[in-house]
């Protein structure tokens, strides 16, 4: 099958986990991650960190600087959640000193973002995006047989995480050049080229999106499948 141009040329046969179940524990993890206590989050993590480590240092670099994006949004939460709407004061404590019970929800508020963060971030890195929506279009059979066209769905999810990068650098470009070092007006100026080179047609979408034909699971990725799953739950338990 010939890719079309501007998309990579799809896994016919991915290695590893099948990407349908590589969908389906991230989906579970990030199911039960709100259950997590702060030592399962911490376990979680280091594992995920584990599997960037071994997938190689590229790996783990975007991991790393996609934690780094979220970094405000991070010290928000923990801001929030000590000082912000903290539990009820305990008499004769003041007010700038928050209890440990403050500084655990905080932590763990804040860790399950950083976990769904690594986790997506590495399915994205370990996983072609044609890959990752031909394993969507297999979770999404069972719609297919009630006469609801998956297929569009899943080639437009590829289109879309296609150019998404391609976007991302293009924005990063217009606030370059000095821009962002003007302030508000530099922003402003950042906005205007964007939309300017949006339409002019500078970052354009792939023409299509073909996604490969995966084969059937195999026992191995069932026997994968289920000791994540037991995984996921097992970690809740903690």
Same mark, same amino acid.
């Given at each position: ?58 790996? @783990? ?54 976990? @769904? ?92 999106? =073909?996604?490969? =034909?995966?084969?059937?699971? =195999? ?20």
């Amino acid at each position: 099958m010939e890719p079309a141009a501007g998309v990579a040329a799809p896994d016919e046969n991915p290695g590893g986990l099948h990407p349908a179940f590589r969908i389906v524990l991230l989906v579970a993890l990030a199911a039960m991650l709100f259950r997590y206590s702060l030592s399962g989050i911490a376990l979680a993590l280091a594992v995920l960190m584990l599997g960037a480590a071994v997938s190689g240092g590229e790996t @783990l670099r975007g991991i790393l600087k996609s934690l780094g994006r979220i970094r405000w949004l991070l010290l928000s939460i923990v801001i929030i959640y000590l000082w912000v709407a903290p539990e009820p004061q305990a008499a004769g404590r003041p007010w700038y000193l928050p209890a440990w019970s403050d500084i655990e929800i905080a932590l763990q508020r804040a860790g399950v973002l950083v976990v @769904l963060v690594t986790a997506v971030e590495l399915l994205r890195r370990r996983t072609s995006v044609p890959a990752m929506a031909a394993g969507l279009l297999v979770l999404l059979a069972p719609l297919a047989r009630l006469g609801i066209d998956t297929g569009v769905f899943a080639r437009r999810l590829a289109m879309t995480l296609d150019a998404v990068p391609l976007t991302a650098e293009r924005v990063a470009a217009a606030a370059g050049a000095g821009r962002v070092d003007r302030g508000l007006a530099g922003w402003g100026d950042a906005a205007a080229a964007l939309v300017r080179e949006l339409e002019t047609g500078a970052i354009e979408a792939p023409s299509d999106a =073909r996604l490969p =034909r995966l084969p059937r699971p =195999r026992v191995s990725d069932w026997c994968w499948l289920a000791a994540g799953l037991a995984a996921c739950w097992l970690v809740g338990r903690l």
